[in-house]
């Protein structure tokens, strides 16, 4: 199962006003292991950057005046999210955003039903209590020290790790390092253990044997196996 769990940073608030996407950042999850793929882009939004949008990112019109347009993105990012599901906190916000952009570019919109949104997830986990990914963060031990301001590709590392959490924790020994296939050569989604072709040798001595014996023997039939045949 390949997921794609993703961030963007924008001028403000609604795309319907005006407002942009200036940064998007994902990270590649296969069946819920991070592979080490990313995409991350600077986007020149056309627009200047309101003073509040910039002490919440940083990103401000002289970085961003050299950064290529959406239009100029759109198929790069499009074919690294593929038909992923999208881990996203918040995910109206920047659905919002990206089919905005995607329309204005005359590129499809992404179903909203491929979103997942952690953010509803973590409500549903812990009514009552404080959703945000910094509050996440703190209730699963997660080192988010580097996130002074909000940033795309860092916010989704980060949420890859929330997300994991939510969903149960982080499950190494099922992976079986997806990247490099699986033994055997079989799909990700076909895997099956399989009996070894050559049974493993006995590791008992003949004398080790020969008192196991004995002592069944001295059960007689009152052992239990011994009704079942």
């Keep these: ?29 296969l069946n819920h292991m991070p592979t080490g793929r990313t995409y991350h882009q600077y986007i020149n939004p056309e ?4 003073q509040a949008a910039f002490e ?35 995910a109206a916000f920047d659905m919002k955003f ?18 997942l949104d952690t953010l509803a997830i973590a409500r ?25 301001l909000h940033g795309a590709l860092l916010d989704s590392e980060i949420l890859a790790e929330v997300y994991l959490e939510l969903i149960g924790g ?22 099956r253990p399989r009996p070894r072709p050559v049974p493993l040798p006995s590791r008992l001595t003949e004398e080790e044997a020969a008192a196991h014996a004995e002592f069944i023997g001295r059960l007689g039939d009152g052992a239990l196996w011994s009704k079942f045949g």
């Design 1 to 29: 199962m390949r997921e794609i769990v993703l961030d963007t940073e924008t001028t403000g608030f609604e795309p319907a006003e005006g407002d942009r996407i200036v940064e998007i950042g994902a990270v590649e999850l």
């Design 47 to 50: 627009r200047s950057m309101p």
């Design 56 to 90: 919440v990112h940083g990103l401000g019109d002289d970085f961003l005046r050299d950064k290529p347009k959406f239009a100029e993105i759109a198929r790069d990012f499009v074919e690294f999210i593929g038909d992923a599901r999208l881990v996203i906190h918040n």
């Design 98 to 115: 990206l089919n905005a952009e995607l329309g204005w570019v005359n590129f499809p919109k992404i179903p909203m039903e491929r979103a």
């Design 124 to 148: 549903k986990r812990f009514p009552g209590s404080p959703a945000s990914l910094d509050a996440l963060c703190r209730r699963f031990g997660i080192d988010n020290s580097s996130r002074t």
């Design 170 to 191: 982080r499950q190494p020994d099922f992976a079986l390092d997806v990247a490099q296939g699986r033994a055997g050569g079989d799909a990700a989604g076909d895997w």
